[in-house]
């Protein structure tokens, strides 16, 4: 079955610690996302891509790397620069096909930074 | 600028009686809308999604919503809930162009009394 595969589900980090977040897609998706989710915030964009070897900036970039070397990967680093990492990470990817921009979601990695 | 409001952070509902989500948007033209739920610690799952056309779309697990051109809304309804609906509801507007992104709205938490 296709989908998109997030690891670890729960991740413990120090403080000063760079720690990076998996997410896989065989969806054959072109475009990928990171988001991040706190109590009654929503979801904010952290960074996203439209195709291999390039991504842009969301609304809450800092403190975050992330690279695109294949289609189906998205990593995303979370640096000892981020003030406050401690939140529920979620990945989503959105394919070119019509409905091309229904996003489709992973089931999430847990930080905290202990 | 686009952007989504869900004026209830919190909603409680007895089993078994009717449900109603609201959701209003602010987009330069006909938007695409999407309601996803969200459970305790899991990813987004689309609940439906409205394009174009019949302006009262079916979505998965009994749910339906209503998009009103004339008040920017777009409000999930549901006319018996279930104990296993009890999640978090997100409503988003999604982009008509490749490359531009969703906009979330903050989410409407949903308690159901037994």
């Known amino acids: 079955d296709g989908g998109i595969t997030q690891s670890p589900k729960y991740l413990f980090r120090k403080e000063g610690q760079n720690v990076t977040l998996s997410c896989e897609q065989n969806?054959?998706?072109?475009?990928m996302y990171w988001y991040r989710q706190d109590p009654g915030q929503g979801l904010r964009l952290i960074y996203y891509?439209?195709?291999?070897?390039?991504?842009q900036k969301g609304d809450i970039a800092e403190g975050y790397s992330v690279s695109r070397e294949k289609k189906e990967s998205f990593p995303l680093t979370v640096t000892s620069a981020q003030k406050n990492p401690t939140a529920f990470y979620l990945c989503a990817s959105t394919g070119r096909g019509a409905p091309y921009n229904e996003q489709f979601f992973g089931p999430g990695t847990r930080l905290t930074v202990l | 600028a686009q952007s989504v409001t869900q004026p209830d952070i919190h909603i409680t509902v007895s089993e078994g009686a009717s449900l109603e989500l609201r959701c209003n948007y602010s987009y330069g033209a006909t938007p695409y809308l999407f309601w996803y739920v969200q459970s305790p610690g899991q990813g987004l799952q689309l609940l439906l999604k409205y394009f174009s056309g019949d302006t009262l779309v079916q979505g998965i697990k009994g749910f339906e919503a209503e998009f009103k051109r004339s008040q920017s809304s777009f409000n999930l309804r549901k006319p018996s809930v279930h104990w296993s609906d009890a999640a978090e509801y997100f409503c988003a507007v999604g982009a008509r162009n490749y490359g531009q992104n969703f906009v979330f709205g903050p989410g409407t938490r949903l308690s159901v009394l037994p």
């Open positions: 969806l054959n998706h072109d475009a």
């Open positions: 891509s439209q195709i291999v070897n390039d991504f």
